[in-house]
């Protein structure tokens, strides 16, 4: 597939997904044969005679790849479809940075405060990925994108052509050594919303880029393979309404990545958040607004009714206050003529004058 890409200096960075790799040392012929990823040629353009040119660090230059086809169905460039498992050539033009192409570019990259490292991190990334290309001329010219004087140095150290993106996780790498003295400066707390946990769990990806053992993730924190732990502090700290979507994520067979997992957690929250669910959660709203109102309902009918039974005298005496004013619950009733032996059947839909006048006869009957 025969593309084209532009350094993002004079219009709009790269997006992370697009990104060149570092361009391969010069010298090989148009016509040279190669492996699919190799350089086959290196052309210089000739400058045009009488024209001015614009004021650059470093001379317009155009290379050419072989590359294998990785989408055996996109199209080319004149429209026609790509051959499967065949190999076409991929253009890269690369244009130098100028000192306000740079400026602007610091201004962009530049750590904010006390921002936290694996977020600066994970912002420049979302920015410009690995599709900024410096040499240490370009890198000093840039000026400091921190306040960290150790991390500025080893920026500018590599004199060779390297990605903006390799060499801040060569300096942030060396300035803290371990992961531990970097976690210190990582804020993990309870998150809200999804894109919250999601920048949380991008920004563990970071450190694994930064002091994991390998892995296929090419410095890509979206490639990290996503770990139990990992999905474990997920859930714990957001809301139940994910943590039992996220149990049902199973790390264990080395598949899922941070993106992947990225992607399902948003795949989730527009289900639940579609139309069809609002509507569902409107009326199991309404349904528990009315279980409230029965439940109310209930428990000032129940004020009416005393759950005590009148067993003793002494139970009976803590009756009396409601009895002086003369007012006898009907359970009070009914649980004393069932204590005295009565037949309870006699005496059901009877109003409680007539349970009132049989409990008063039985108590003159034992006082005599």
Same mark, same amino acid.
């Given at each position: ?71 055996? +169905? ?11 498992? +065949? ?72 004199? +060779? ?183 309870? +059947? ?23």
């Amino acid at each position: 597939m025969l593309r084209e890409y532009v350094s993002p200096v004079g219009a709009s960075l790269a997006p992370a997904g697009g990104k060149p790799s570092p361009c391969p040392d010069k010298g090989e012929s148009d016509g040279a044969a190669a492996e699919p990823t190799d350089v086959t040629t290196v052309q210089v353009p000739a400058e045009p005679q009488g024209q001015p040119q614009p004021a650059a660090l470093a001379p317009v230059e155009t290379k050419k790849y072989k590359v294998k086809s990785e989408h055996p +169905g996109n199209k080319d460039k004149k429209g026609g479809p790509s051959q499967p498992g +065949g190999e076409s050539e991929v253009e890269i033009i690369t244009e130098s940075l100028t000192y306000e192409s740079l400026s602007n570019l610091q201004k962009d990259l530049a750590r904010r405060g006390r921002e936290a490292y694996t977020a600066w991190l994970l912002r420049v990334w979302d920015l410009i990925g690995t599709g900024v290309q410096l040499d240490s001329g370009e890198a000093r010219n840039l000026g400091p994108l921190t306040q960290d004087s150790g991390v500025n140095q080893v920026f500018i150290r590599e004199p +060779g052509p390297l990605s903006l993106w390799e060499r801040l996780l060569m300096s942030v790498r060396e300035r803290f050594v371990h992961r531990d003295r970097m976690q210190e400066h990582q804020h993990r707390m309870h998150w809200k919303t999804l894109e919250e946990g999601i920048q949380q769990l991008r920004e563990v990806a970071v450190l694994e880029v930064l002091f994991g053992r390998g892995g296929p993730h090419d410095n890509d924190p979206d490639k990290v393979r996503c770990t139990g732990q990992m999905l474990w502090n997920l859930a714990t700290l957001g809301p139940s309404q994910y943590a039992t979507f996220i149990a049902t994520i199973n790390p264990d067979n080395n598949q899922e990545t941070v993106g992947s997992v990225a992607n399902k957690l948003r795949n989730y929250e527009s289900i639940i958040s579609s139309p069809m669910q609002a509507q569902v959660s409107a009326v199991a709203k309404e349904l528990r607004e009315e279980m409230r109102a029965i439940r109310e309902e209930m428990r000032r009918n129940s004020s009416h009714v005393a759950p005590v039974r009148v067993t003793s005298p002494g139970v009976r005496a803590q009756r009396l206050p409601a009895r002086e004013r003369g007012y006898t619950p009907r359970a009070d009733l009914w649980f004393f003529l069932h204590d005295h032996g009565e037949d309870m +059947g006699r005496w059901d839909g009877k109003p409680n004058s007539a349970l009132a006048a049989r409990v008063h006869e039985l108590k003159e009957r034992n006082m005599n």
